[in-house]
């Protein structure tokens, strides 16, 4: 099962994640919060795993946000099949 790969999100960067994180706020989504889902967009992430309730309401075509739960319930459906 490999669907997992590093990614280094450095300074260069910093204008396509500002953007992008720009965006994510127009949503209402807090600031901090905006930059934390843009890098992880930046990244090809396919999830993003938060508690953050207010959070999960945001909903994107680039990410899936979910719960620890359901997250751990997606995975187990992956290998289960």
Request: charged letters at 35%; hydrophobic letters at 35%.
């Amino acid at each position: 099962m490999k669907d997992y790969a590093s990614f280094y999100v450095s300074n260069r960067s910093e204008d396509v994640i500002r953007e992008c994180a720009d965006e994510i706020m127009k949503t209402g989504v807090k600031e901090k919060d905006a930059y934390y889902v843009a890098c992880a967009i930046l990244a090809e992430c396919k999830y993003f795993v938060t508690t953050d309730d207010r959070l999960l309401k945001y909903q994107s075509e680039k990410i899936i946000l979910v719960t620890p739960g359901e997250f751990i319930r997606r995975m187990e459906e992956n290998v289960n099949g």
